[in-house]
């Protein structure tokens, strides 16, 4: 059976990686969840896509140069569907404490050394602060990331994100005692998932919006589904 995760929460339905859009995503049954991860200037995580706020919040600067206490009085519904009220970006430890999500694949973009190893110890803290080590994966497409998953936080199961073609994201996801891999799904073939699965490797395909694609993935034998509509995903699948 092909799982579903909620894609920012579900970006297609409610204003990405913001509160609303996590319960949303739980709303449809859907209990396993993907976004993604910045500092904020004081070292909180804070649920938020790209390093700059201008496209989610319509503000300037970046999510670097503020600190949570800031960050969370800004408005994340610039962009996406409408929605009738504020929704501020998160930290992490508010969606923690708020969604039952079974399971969190949690998005940390490319970074230096320095913020990559301070990155993956705040996750590692919160995580078994709120008991959740086991429920997670981080994931990245950055190798600074994935080295320090690997040195700094080895009980922490991580997950390689691969959008492009060039590299061998079979190869490169054992390199770096990988469990998970986040497949763009045009690079998704029967024959690469196979080998995947050979490898121990879960297969989680991204992002995956219209039903006819949906269903030719799980039948290619995908382990899940990251959608930007859980809910469509939900009667697509149900009916497969």
Not at 17 to 36: I, M, P, S, Y
Not at 86 to 94: F, K
Not at 170 to 198: F, G, H, M, N
Not at 208 to 227: C, K, Q, W
């Amino acid at each position: 059976m092909t799982l579903i995760y909620g894609h920012r929460g579900a970006k297609g339905e409610a204003p990405e990686n913001t509160l609303d859009g996590f319960k949303q995503c739980l709303a449809h049954g859907v209990r396993r969840c993907e976004l993604d991860l910045h500092l904020s200037k004081d070292g909180e995580l804070m649920v938020i896509h790209d390093p700059t706020l201008k496209r989610t919040t319509g503000r300037r600067g970046k999510v670097v140069e503020r600190d949570a206490d800031e960050l969370i009085q800004y408005d994340a519904r610039h962009s996406g569907p409408h929605w009738k009220h504020p929704c501020p970006i998160p930290r992490l430890a508010e969606l923690f404490e708020q969604c039952d999500f079974e399971h969190w694949q949690l998005e940390v973009k490319s970074a230096s050394r320095v913020r990559a190893a301070r990155t993956v110890l705040a996750i590692k803290a919160l995580a078994e602060h709120h008991g959740l080590t086991e429920r997670i994966t981080v994931t990245s497409g950055s190798r600074e990331v994935l080295r320090a998953l690997k040195r700094l936080t080895p009980e922490l199961s991580c997950g390689l994100v691969a959008e492009y073609a060039w590299l061998d994201p079979l190869k490169v996801a054992k390199q770096y005692d990988c469990s998970l891999l986040a497949l763009k799904w045009t690079l998704c073939t029967p024959e690469r998932i196979a080998k995947a699965r050979q490898l121990g490797l879960h297969v989680s395909v991204w992002t995956v919006n219209e039903p006819a694609l949906m269903r030719r993935l799980a039948d290619f034998g995908v382990d899940s589904l990251i959608t930007d509509y859980p809910g469509l995903a939900v009667t697509t699948l149900r009916n497969a």
